[in-house]
Every structure is written in structure tokens, then in C-alpha cells.
């Protein structure tokens, strides 16, 4: 298997990913609803220009990325 492009930036671990919310929450004074809601709108945006019609599937497991895929089955219902 090959590196990945020089031009793509890999994204955040679950651990990164979990103090990132939490700076966001407990240093920026974020709600984690906000930011659920926010993950929400950008992905279903993005899911919208990228398949406008169709039926779309969101698969939400327990963790908190749960709430992220509500937020968007929601938004995209």
C-alpha cells in the first residue's frame, strides 16, 4: 500500500479527537450540542451537493459520534 498524496492531511484519532471537543468545550465555552449540530450541518451539506438525490443510509453507533449522525439523518431528512 502507498503513502498517501503529498496534499492530504490525515484526519484526527479518536483520542485527538476527544480533546479537541473538550478544549472546544471546557476552554471556548462550546456546547457539545453545538458542536454535534455544527458536525451535523457540514456533513449533510457535503452529503447534499455530493449525492443531491437518492436514498441515504446513516449508520450511528453508541459513542458520541451518535449524536453527530442524528444531527445529520435528521438534517438530511
Partial sequence: M????????????AEQQRATD????????QPGIELMERAGVGLADLV???APVGR?????????????GLAVARLLR
Avoid at 496534499?7 to 484526527?12: C, D, I, S
Avoid at 441515504?56 to 453527530?68: A, S
Fill in 48 to 50: 447534499s451537493r455530493r
Fill in 22 to 29: 473538550a478544549w472546544a468545550i471546557e476552554q471556548r465555552g
Fill in 2 to 13: 502507498s503513502a498517501p498524496a503529498d496534499w492530504l492531511e490525515p484526519l484526527p484519532d
Fill in 56 to 68: 441515504i443510509v446513516v449508520v450511528c453507533g453508541k459513542g458520541n459520534n451518535g449524536g453527530d
